[in-house]
């Protein structure tokens, strides 16, 4: 089983910048995937980034150049590096931990961003 617990979200003002991590417990492996997805109010639950287990990362295209998503296998830890953040980025951000048959989620924090 894992667990896995997201900190780091806040209350920001546009063009700031916030760092998300994700710490996962329980049996991780090499070779899990994992991802930062968000839902916005009202809104279906969408893609951030992910990051392979090898360490290969993609962006969806609202968040490329300004989120850097990394991983620290010694950690157990996923981080997402938000800067010059939107309005638009305001949502509940969730750490996604996937496998071939099954997905693993956090209970999700807030981020807000401020015009």
């Known amino acids: 089983q894992v667990q896995l617990v997201e900190s780091g979200g806040g209350l920001v003002q546009a063009g700031g910048s916030l760092r998300l991590s994700c710490a996962a417990s329980?049996?991780?492996?090499?070779?899990?995937?994992f991802g930062w997805y968000r839902q916005a109010p009202g809104k279906q639950r969408e893609l951030a980034a992910r990051?392979?287990?090898?360490?290969?990362?993609n962006y969806a295209d609202s968040v490329k150049g300004r989120f850097t998503i990394s991983r620290d296998n010694a950690k157990n830890t996923l981080y997402l590096q938000m800067n010059t953040l939107k309005p638009e980025d305001t949502a509940v951000y969730y750490c996604n931990l996937h496998r071939p048959w099954r997905d693993y989620w956090g209970q999700g924090t807030q981020v807000t961003v401020s015009s």
């Open positions: 990051i392979s287990s090898g360490g290969s990362p």
């Open positions: 329980g049996s991780t492996t090499t070779i899990d995937a």
